[in-house]
C-alpha cells in the first residue's frame, strides 16, 4: 500500500485508519514471504538428503549445487523484502554458527565512518571519543595483470675494461613471456577451475592484453614438462603404502585420423590413512593410458604389495599375486538400490537395510586405530555380515535366476572374500568412495572441456591433476602451490630434493619460512 507524504490528511481517525490498513499489508506480506521461505527450505532440506550415494541415487553435484545457488538466492531476496526499508538494518545478528569468520591473513583496509559534527547535535556541547565499533565486510579487488620488468645493471671495469653483469634468470618457458605465476593461473584455471583456454584467451582480451589460445597451450605444455618429475616422485610414494584406492574413469581424446574422438582412461590411485589415524598424509595420482586394457593397472602396481580396494572391474583380478583386493560395498549396494528403485522389491529393500547396518558401525569407529576399528568390526560387524551371506543364499534359491535382482545378489557374492576383507584389517574402508572422490574433479572437466586433444594433452591433464589433488587433499592452495614449484624448478631445483616439494612436505617448508 503506497501512501504520498505530501497529500497526507489532518483528520487523526483517517491517519489511523490508513495506518492500520498498512499494518495489515505489511504483516500479510511477512506471513507470505516466511511460507515462500519455509517451502524452498524444505527443497533445499530434502535435495541434501540424497547424499548416501553416488551416480543413480541422487542428482549429479554440479546440477544439484546450480539447483542449491538459485533457490538459496530464492531465500535471500524473500528475506530482503520481508521487512522494508530501514527495518532490514534492525534485524536480528546472525547466529556465530551463520556467520563467516574472515581469516586473519587477509590484508585489512581501514575506512572510517565519522558523525560530521565537532560538537553535540543535541545540545551543542562539546564532544569526546569514548570508544569505537569496528564490523568487517570481505571485500574484493578483481585480478589483473601487470608487467614485471627485468633491471639487469651493466658494470664497466675502468682497469681492464671488462663488463659485469649478472645472469638473467631463467624463464620456465624458453624465451615466453609468462611468468611462473601466470603460469599456474593458467593451470589451475583450466584444471582445477575447469575453464578452458579459449575462455582464459577472451578473459585476457578483456584486460587488453591479446594472448592467442595456441599460445596458451604452449605455455601449458612447456609448465606440465617441468612438473612432470614430481609427478613420478608423487607415484612412488603412494605406491610404496601398503593400502591404496584404484578406479579408472573414462576421457574423450581427439582421434584425427578417424575425424572424432576416442576414448582413453585415466587410473586414479590414491591413499588416505586419515579415517584410521594412519601417519602418511593422503595422496592421489592420476595415470592416462589410450584403452582400458587389464595389463595397464597391472603395469602400474607391479612394485606395489598390499590391499587394493576396487570396483568390480575384472582387470583388477588379474593382479600380481602380492595384491589382496578389496570390493566396495558402496558398488554392491548401488545394484541393490537400482532394483529396489525399479520393482519396489521387499529382498532389495531389505538387503539395503541390512548393508545399512554396516555403515552406521562404521559411522561410530571413523577416526580410530586400526586396532580398535578391527575389535569393533570382530564384534558387531562380524555376525551381520555372516547372517546377511546365509540370507542371501536363501533368496537367490528362491527367485528367477535371470533377473535383475539375482544379478545383484551374484555381484555381491561372488565377491564375498574381498568385501569381508575389511573384518580382518582395520585399514580397510567399507567402500571404494576416496577413489570416486578424486574422480569427481574430472568428470567435470569432462564437462568443460569437452575432450582432449591429443594422447599428451590427456597425459598433461593427469599431470596438472595429480598434483592438484593432492594439494586438495592435504588444504594447501593450488595457486600458491604451482606457482612456487615453477618458480624453484625452472631456477634449478635439484632433481634429488624432490620430496620437499611434495604438497604436505612443501607446506612444512613454507610454514616455517
Known amino acids: 500500500m503506497a501512501i504520498d507524504l505530501a497529500v497526507l490528511p489532518d483528520d487523526v481517525t483517517t491517519l489511523r485508519r490508513m495506518i492500520g490498513e498498512l499494518a495489515t499489508a505489511l504483516d500479510s506480506e511477512r506471513v507470505r514471504a516466511q511460507a515462500e521461505i519455509d517451502r524452498l527450505r524444505q527443497i533445499v532440506r530434502a535435495l541434501q538428503r540424497g547424499r548416501f550415494g553416488p551416480r543413480s541415487e541422487r542428482l549429479d553435484d554440479g546440477q544439484l549445487q546450480l539447483g ?7 531465500i535471500a531476496r524473500f528475506e530482503a523484502s520481508a521487512l522494508p526499508g530501514h527495518d532490514r538494518t534492525n534485524r536480528a545478528s546472525p547466529s556465530p554458527a551463520d556467520r563467516v569468520a574472515l581469516p586473519d591473513h587477509l590484508p585489512r583496509a581501514e575506512m572510517t ?5 565537532a560538537a553535540c547535535p543535541c545540545c551543542g556541547g562539546a564532544v569526546h571519543e569514548i570508544g569505537e565499533t569496528i564490523s568487517e565486510m570481505l571485500d574484493y579487488v578483481p585480478a589483473r595483470l601487470r608487467v614485471l620488468r627485468i633491471r639487469r645493471p651493466k658494470y664497466g671495469c675502468r682497469t681492464c675494461g ?8 631463467e624463464r620456465p618457458i624458453a624465451k615466453g613471456l609468462a611468468s611462473p605465476a601466470l603460469l599456474a593461473h593458467v593451470l589451475v584455471s583450466k584444471y582445477c577451475d575447469h575453464l578452458p583456454l579459449y575462455r582464459q584467451s577472451q578473459i585476457f582480451a578483456r584486460q587488453g592484453v591479446e594472448i592467442d589460445r595456441s599460445t596458451l597451450a604452449n605455455w601449458v ?5 617441468w612438473l612432470e618429475p614430481l609427478q613420478a616422485r608423487l607415484a612412488e610414494h603412494i605406491f610404496a603404502s601398503q593400502k591404496l584406492f584404484a578406479d579408472d574413469t573414462p576421457i574423450p581424446v581427439l582421434d584425427p585420423g578417424r575425424g572424432r574422438t576416442k576414448t582413453g582412461r585415466l587410473w586414479v590411485y590414491a591413499r588416505d590413512d586419515r579415517p584410521w589415524n594412519g601417519p602418511d598424509p593422503p595422496a592421489a595420482i592420476y595415470l592416462y593410458s589410450p584403452d582400458r586394457k587389464a595389463e595397464r593397472p597391472a603395469a602400474h602396481l607391479a612394485k606395489f604389495k598390499g590391499v587394493a580396494q576396487v570396483d568390480g572391474y575384472p582387470g583388477f583380478e588379474q593382479l600380481s599375486t602380492d595384491i589382496r583386493l578389496a570390493a566396495c560395498w558402496a558398488h554392491a549396494r548401488r545394484k541393490f538400490y ?11 529393500a531389505e538387503a539395503l537395510r541390512r548393508i545399512a547396518e554396516l555403515y552406521a558401525i562404521e559411522t561410530t569407529i571413523r577416526g580410530q586405530t586400526a586396532v580398535a576399528r578391527q575389535s569393533v568390526r570382530q ?23 535371470r533377473g535383475s535382482l539375482a544379478d545383484a545378489i551374484r555381484y555381491a557374492l561372488t565377491r564375498w572374500d ?10 580397510i574402508e567399507l567402500d571404494n568412495n576416496t577413489v570416486e572422490r578424486a574422480i569427481r574433479p574430472i568428470a567435470l572437466g569432462r564437462k568443460n572441456h569437452l575432450f582432449a586433444g591429443s594422447d599428451g594433452g590427456a597425459a598433461r591433464w593427469a599431470t596438472v591433476a595429480s598434483l592438484l589433488a593432492t594439494a586438495k587433499l592435504n588444504d594447501v592452495e593450488p595457486f600458491a602451490y604451482l606457482s612456487d614449484l615453477l618458480e624453484r624448478m625452472s631456477n634449478g631445483h635439484s632433481a634429488s630434493q624432490l620430496d620437499e616439494l611434495l604438497p604436505w612436505n612443501w607446506a612444512r617448508l613454507n610454514a616455517a619460512a
Do not use: Y
Not at 113 to 117: E, F, K, L, M, T
Not at 379 to 401: C, D, T
Not at 418 to 427: H, I, K, P
Open 221 to 225: 605444455g612447456g609448465a606440465c614438462w
Open 338 to 348: 537400482e532394483v529396489h528403485q525399479a520393482t519396489a522389491s521387499p529382498i532389495a
Open 113 to 117: 565512518v565519522d558523525i560530521a559534527p
Open 68 to 74: 542449491l545457488e538459485d533457490l538459496d538466492a530464492d
Open 418 to 427: 574381498a568385501l569381508c576383507r575389511f573384518l580382518d584389517d582395520g585399514r
Open 162 to 169: 671488462t663488463i659485469h653483469q649478472a645472469p638473467a634468470p
Open 379 to 401: 564384534a558387531r560387524s562380524l555376525p551381520l555380515v555372516g547372517a546377511m551371506k546365509l540370507w542371501l543364499e536363501a533368496q537367490l534359491a528362491h527367485i528367477p535366476p
